[in-house]
């Protein structure tokens, strides 16, 4: 649907190499693009602005480095500059040295303050500290039985009683110090930034409860009101940090930019799923990533290895490279890849697939991919074990059985041998492999994938022009550093 | 067809295994070494004393002056052809109000084209207004014999509970009988939420457990309302994200559930929070595709959010807004007003 910025800076002429360096009108056209790459991605007016004066010092005068097309270093230095700015000071959870810390959320209404509280309280339960939930939310009917119940789900204490938001708050804090809890998360009432009488609230529970973190919760879907929401809470408040919402969405979380540039605290946790444990520190690499349409590789790979069966995939990996490969392989693959979720949602993460392969994904109609596990059902298990004995009658049997037509099975058979053959070559290869897949899908292109031709020309391409993977994955357990506040 | 997703799906099998695999070999050479001992888990440290209330960040300041715009454009006295300027502002108020990128970019090209005419604001107002679709009433009568049904979906947190109350209470106010259907069976206590405005309205709920199918909730509910003759139901849906198929599959399965035997569902809305950005319009997009979406209710647009991302939704997909929130009391639901709307996004 957008385009990438990546997609964009196909466009810029490799022509520019010649000269060494870019010249100030290259520049412009670069920042128009990363401008209007900035807003769709939903981060606010006076943020992209501040942005793109910071990324002009950047990239003005700066050597062309040979190795890359001056569009990738664009969106190389980009993508530096939004870690920068997401990740400059990143905040130290540290515990208060008398028990309990305190923990206030605060947030709009939706924004999803309950499940964070219950989320981050089973993230402390984790770290091994005993937290204590405290329902303050006494505005929204049945708030305090929805952290009940999450509570419970986490294996969380919930404090509630029917008085005012202030005295649950300061009772909650005493008993939690009374029974031993070492850290309390008061959750509020969600409110709209204009309504005094509620942010009158929250600071009234603030200072009487002298929280040692105040986080506000954000929805990462969130438009150019962020800004608003973060400063005002900001005004009333003094945030410790931010805690991102909904993040397993498809919004770009734009908004995370725009509150972190406005307020200037750090992004601290993410939200990522519906369930209780999808939820973890905040990674700036994978939000900039994210925020430029450039896939997020990692994310992938998490996914792949929380819903996938490992021993299905490991086996059939193997296979893979060896090049026995079989059709019940791909078949077993195929629905481990769907148990991720949709293919446009999966596309969308993967990096360096076009806009051209992206939009054609997110055409697909995930039912279809029932048809191609009809065809490989219809087969007999020597057919699947060897495709090449599928001669012409057993082809019409095949179409016959799983109601499609004879040429689709032609055309499964020969992408599935185009895939064998092309996995084969590759064989036990090198770790690198975004890049081969890149040559496979040239291949896949080349030799009959006729409805998708320039998507796969341009998806060679850009598999080597986006930005390898960081494979580090950050040591679990603490946010890292500012020195002091 | 079927070429385009074996490729798409084989790319996709092979680019994860492939990224699995390479990652598992990453971490395989880093193993050794990484001898370094663990870091603590947790530092425990002498707490620094409460953030006192700061001084605003500079960019914040910026903020405050640029507010102006809204109040400059309506102020600007150009007719016929406009400056750079002056487009420059008209853009940045559309930007500001969430109107999208594509949409001001259509905008700016009519007025830079057609020029301001009687002057900027009543041109901007002019082109807004055309964006918007004309047709947008609600049916809420169902062909003889039948139960009406009001589908409500959105993703997490839009505010459908607290609609589905204040709409339940609003055509009780008029003189209708109600029956609400728990359909949120997957958020904790949705139920008890629903069953509090049910309480306030004089609505009848109907509810089973969490986790309970909620295609069969609102069948029940539908039974009881055709039993004893209620004209409408209101039907709540759990939260969902927009880029999950199973969870759409579910919802259209819910919507077919709903729009037979005695139930018709008579219109379809999408609650959506003025506060969403982009991303609105491929909500909507995903939830016209999986439910038939025939109206949004636009809430908590008496925050500071502007919710021009339905200009845009309106535009390209012609999914009208038929109610929009503007208050928390249980009457600021209103008929969504084109014109009052379009003088909202360029008021200062």
Known sequence: MFDTLADRFERLSASLRSRGRLSDADLDGALADVRSALLEADVELTVVRAFLDALRVRLAGQALNQSLTPGQQVIKAVHEQLIEVLGGSALKVTYASRPPTVIVLAGLQGAGKTTAAAKLALWFKQQGRQPYLVAADLQRPAAVQQLRVLGSQAGVDVFSDASTPVDVARRGVAEAARIGRDVVIIDTAGRLTVDRELMDEVRAISDATSPHYTFLVIDAATGQDAVVTARSFHDTLALSGIVVSKLDYDARGGAVLSARGVVGCPVVFASTGEKLGDFDLFHPDRMASRILGMGDALSLIEQAERTMDADVVAASAGRLMDGSFTLDDFLAQLNQVRKMGSLGGLMRLMPGVTKEMRSAASNVDDRELNKIEAIIRSMTARERREPAIIDGSRRSRIARGSGTTVNAVNQLLKQFGEMRKMMRQMGGANPTMPPQMGKFAALAARRGADSLPAGFEALGAGMRAAPAPKGKKKKGGRVTPPKQR | ?348
Request: charged share 25%; aromatic share 2%; hydrophobic share 50%.
């Open chain 2, 1 to 348: 067809m079927i070429v385009a997703i074996a490729i798409v799906a084989a790319l996709l099998v092979v680019g994860i295994v492939a990224l699995v695999i390479a990652r598992r070999r990453r971490a395989r050479s880093l193993a050794p070494a990484s001898d370094q001992p663990p870091l603590p888990q947790v530092l425990v440290t002498e707490v620094v004393e409460r953030p006192t209330l700061d001084e605003a960040p500079s960019l914040g300041t910026r903020i405050g002056a640029t507010r102006g715009v809204f109040e400059r454009i309506r102020s600007m006295s150009a007719t016929g052809a406009l400056g750079v300027d002056e487009l420059a502002i008209v853009e940045e108020v559309l930007l500001r109000s969430d109107v999208g990128v594509a949409t001001t970019a259509s905008i700016l090209d009519g007025l830079r084209r057609d020029g301001a005419g009687d002057g900027v604001a009543p041109t901007l107002r002019r082109a807004l207004r055309a964006c918007l679709v004309d047709e947008r009433s609600v049916r809420d009568r169902a062909e003889p014999g039948r139960v009406a049904v009001w589908l409500f979906v959105g993703v997490n947190g839009v505010g459908k509970t607290t609609t589905i109350g204040k709409l339940a209470h609003r055509e009780i106010a008029a003189g209708r009988s109600v029956v609400l259907a728990a359909g949120d069976t997957f958020r904790a206590a949705a139920a008890e939420q629903l069953g509090q405005w049910a309480e306030r309205s004089g609505a009848e709920l109907v509810r089973v457990g969490e986790g309970a199918d909620p295609g069969a909730v609102i069948h029940d509910a539908i039974g009881r309302a055709a039993a004893r003759g209620a004209d409408l139901v209101l039907a709540d849906t759990a939260g969902r994200r927009s880029n999950s198929t199973n969870l759409l599959e579910e919802l259209a399965k819910v919507r077919r559930v709903a729009d037979r035997g005695p139930g018709q569902v008579v219109e379809t809305f999408m609650v959506l929070d003025a506060t969403t950005g982009q991303n609105a319009l491929s909500q909507a997009r995903e939830f016209l595709a999986a439910a038939a979406v025939s109206g949004i209710v636009l809430t908590k647009l008496d925050g500071t959010a502007r919710g021009g991302i339905v200009v845009a939704i309106e535009r390209e997909l012609g999914i009208p807004v038929k109610f929009v929130g503007v208050g928390e009391g249980v009457a600021d639901l209103i008929p969504f007003d084109p014109d009052e709307f379009v003088d909202s996004l360029i008021r200062a």
